[in-house]
């Protein structure tokens, strides 16, 4: 998965939850910001960041759902500084290591299922690598379409979960020299606890992605354009097989626009 895996950063955390449960994002602010944020992860920069700034090109009101320390929300102003940037999140810890960076974004506590917006406050909204971590993801998306305007675009970011799922990943078995990629359930949805990093459990939701393309077309948002891309390349130094590997993408982008 993409807050998973890559390659071994050598830090041990004691952030394995307890038998009833996961660490809280509150728990995991100090992993995640040392992991994944100003410039550590190589995914964000060459990929991640890149393709949402893309696609977020022209926007003006924007919220990042679940903006986490608020790496997206921060790029997105210094990009444009017309804009008016919201990073939302539901962890105290996550918003004051947001808070502390500063930069432009104005940073709101709230959970995604119940946004303090108006209706259609919005000309984009979009969520990176949050939704499989929500509760309730209907709740999520409905608000998400309520608070985008007529034109409103929504960018939904990821772990692919056709290849990406529980259970899926890249076999070795050095015994039978063969090598292949194990696909999990796709169909059924499922709540798991996965070891993400060293002493680090994360809780992540499997679903379909008819899970999220269909109540969004429900509520008027139409998928407009979706983007797979390979691997960074850095993610496949080492491979036996670089051309297989190439070919299993991590990342799923998703764009909605309001029809
Ligand atoms: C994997 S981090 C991603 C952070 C940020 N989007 C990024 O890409 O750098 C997931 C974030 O989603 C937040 N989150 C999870 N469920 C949420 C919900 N229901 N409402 C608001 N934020 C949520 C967590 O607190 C965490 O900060």
Redesign the pocket.
């Known amino acids: 998965m993409t807050?998973s895996g890559g390659p071994a950063r050598g830090r041990v955390w004691q952030l394995m939850g307890s038998a009833t449960g996961a660490p809280s994002?509150d728990e995991?602010?100090p992993w995640?910001r040392e992991t994944?944020?100003h410039g550590a992860d190589l995914e964000?920069e060459q990929q991640?960041l890149p393709l949402a700034l893309s696609h977020l090109a022209g926007r003006r009101r924007i919220l990042?759902?679940?903006?986490?320390?608020?790496?997206?929300a921060r790029r997105l102003v210094e990009s444009d500084s017309r804009r008016v940037v919201v990073g939302?999140?539901?962890?105290a810890a996550?918003l004051a290591n947001a808070r502390a960076e500063g930069g432009g974004p104005s940073w709101v506590r709230?959970?995604?299922?119940r946004l303090p917006f108006a209706d259609g406050s919005f000309d984009a909204v979009v969520?990176?690598?949050?939704i499989e971590?929500?509760?309730?993801a209907d709740a999520?998306l409905g608000e998400v379409a309520r608070v985008l305007d007529g034109g409103g675009l929504f960018l939904l970011?990821i772990n692919h979960p056709i290849v990406q799922g529980p259970g899926s990943g890249l076999v070795d078995d050095t015994i039978l020299g063969e090598r292949y990629w194990r696909i999990g359930p796709y169909l059924q949805e499922t709540r798991n606890l996965e070891q993400v990093d060293s002493g680090v459990q994360v809780a992540f939701a499997h679903r379909p992605l008819s899970r999220y393309i269909n109540p969004l077309a429900d509520s008027g948002l139409f998928l407009a354009r979706m983007e797979e891309p390979e691997p960074p390349a850095e993610f496949l130094a080492g491979s036996l097989d670089t051309d297989f590997e190439r070919s299993m993408p991590r990342l799923c982008l998703l764009r909605f626009e309001n029809r």
């Open positions: 807050d994002w995991l602010a995640w994944f944020t964000y991640i990042d759902l679940g903006t986490g320390e608020g790496q997206l939302l999140d539901s962890s996550q709230a959970a995604g299922e969520c990176c690598l949050v971590h929500a509760a309730d999520v970011l």
